[in-house]
């Protein structure tokens, strides 16, 4: 029976890799979510070994004091940005966390070296549960992707999206792309949530995680043609089946929240994602440290579709630090 792969990154969820001007910067959730913190290498192996450094960290009490969730750092316009989640406190009200979504900006050349600016939320249309928001940039309009509960349909969360004023501020109406329909996508909880976009050939694709942060964990895919409107839901296709799922022969567990980056010589794209390897948690799995990043190479098959192979095979490895 084989072994579990080795994770490139141990303990870190919901990872996050951008390249920059040559440059690798990774940002993730931390066990006990209370910190933004970043590494940055030459290479996405020396990732693993590069110090995390701290940019910002939770306040004591107020509207970000807790559950510090699904950071993502972004570059717009020569200044960078993070994204990320933040709870008043760890109660469940009406079955959801109290989640809001912020960002906050630095000009600096050095993202590790700041200073920050303070929060600033973005809001939306619904005052209501919203977490996992990612930025991407389409014929020169700026749109920003997130999850969000509706308090009038069932379930957890559905993506949404919608255009962008500014990097802190949408524009327009948002509209739902996707809301949990297949069983996939509902066990234990009704969830889409932890969108990513990537572009290859005619096409622009989302992938999206679905159900409990246990084994269940699992990734999805929507589609749509580069020259359609992205805002027009029809614009869009869906999956019927996930396109990553947990991998039971090589003990990967849970494969999601993913994102996207390409290796050195950036001529293959690349899957990063975060997955478990054991089934057995105890009490809520939200409270279980061991989601590892793993990063694998993306197949696109001759239709123009990525293949993600299976979660446990192909992964990059960490760079041996020589004795």
Known sequence: MPHPPQPLIEQRADPWIIKHQGRYYFIASVPTYDRLEIRT??????????????????????????LIWAPELHHHDGEWFIYFAAAPSRDIVNGLFQHRMYCISTKADDPCKGPWSEPRRIETPLDSFSLDATTFRHADQLYYLWAQKDPKVPGNSNLYLSAMASPDRLSGEPVCLSMPEYEWEKRGFLVNEGPAVITHGQRIFITYSASATDENY??????????SNLLDPRSWQKSATPVLQSDMPHHVFGPGHNSFTVDESGSTDLLVYHARTYTQILGDPLWDPNRHTYVKPIRWDDRGFPDFGHAGSDTLLPRQTPQ
Do not use: F, R, Y
């Open 41 to 66: 290498a030459d290479s996405i192996t020396e990732l693993a070994s590069a110090p995390a450094i701290t940019v910002w960290s939770k306040p004591a009490q107020g509207p970000l004091s807790e």
């Open 218 to 227: 699992c990734m999805g895919l929507l589609w749509a043609d580069i020259g």
